[in-house]
């Protein structure tokens, strides 16, 4: 049972304008979630992270939105640069749990276009 | 400050080996967690360590076991190889086991023939 989900498997924008990366999950009990960067051969990078009791974090070009009515999450990354291009996975865990382990999506993966 | 190490980057075993694979935690991290990523999925959680117990596990079959040591460095073992567990595995360290963010290590590529 897939709790976080990633429904877009590959996304292109060129180069400088907006990319919009999108995750749902199912689990009312997350309270925390976090967008990790893959390049091919390396583990996870951590990007970014944002509390449920928030609704937006702001770091440079990234900006994690959360949308808890709706159980959905975005990651907006303005301008986008060519070295942006990887693999984005967005995770999520129950911290209130006593827990940290994390729940992944399956990834997206963005290209930009020079 | 050193992050997250895990050895070997690539090991090959055949059907019914046993495995062992081994990670760094970055400093001052006392948590470590375990991920098996198949090809085209996100990482699943295997299980996790602080201060050298067993703190939670995923759904992982039992020939999947860990330790960690006083160093919190860690091993994943996995006994009784099958072709599925062809997989890349990562370690991922955190300071403690309710801090939110997990920092990851460059994982092992292990491939059962």
């Known amino acids: 049972d897939q709790q976080v989900k990633q429904n877009s498997p590959s996304l292109s924008v060129q180069e400088g304008r907006i990319s919009i990366l999108n995750c749902d999950y199912t689990?009312?009990?997350?309270?925390?979630f976090l967008w990790y960067k893959k390049y091919p051969a390396e583990g996870p990078t951590f990007l970014i992270s944002i509390s449920s009791i928030k609704d937006k974090n702001e770091d440079g070009r990234f900006t994690a939105f959360l949308n808890k009515s709706a159980k959905h999450l975005s990651l907006h990354i303005v301008p986008s640069q060519p070295g942006d291009s990887a693999v984005y996975f967005c995770a999520a865990s129950a911290i209130r749990t006593g827990a940290n382990n994390l729940f992944f999506g399956t990834g997206t993966r963005l290209t930009v276009i020079p | 400050e050193t992050g997250v190490t895990q050895s070997p980057t690539h090991l090959i075993k055949t059907r019914g080996q046993q495995v062992t694979l081994r990670c760094s935690s970055q400093s001052g991290h006392n948590t470590v967690s375990w991920y098996q990523q198949a090809l085209g999925q996100g990482p699943q959680f295997i299980f996790q360590y602080y201060r050298e117990e067993e703190n939670g596990r995923g759904n992982f079959p039992p020939r999947f076991s860990g330790l960690q040591f006083p160093n919190y460095s860690s091993e994943l073992n996995v006994n009784a190889l099958e072709l599925d567990d062809s997989a890349l595995y990562l370690c991922?360290?955190?300071?403690?086991?309710?801090?939110?963010?997990?920092?990851f290590g460059p994982g092992t590529r292990l491939l059962v023939l």
């Open positions: 689990n009312s009990m997350f309270d925390y």
């Open positions: 991922a360290s955190s300071l403690d086991r309710g801090q939110e963010t997990q920092y």
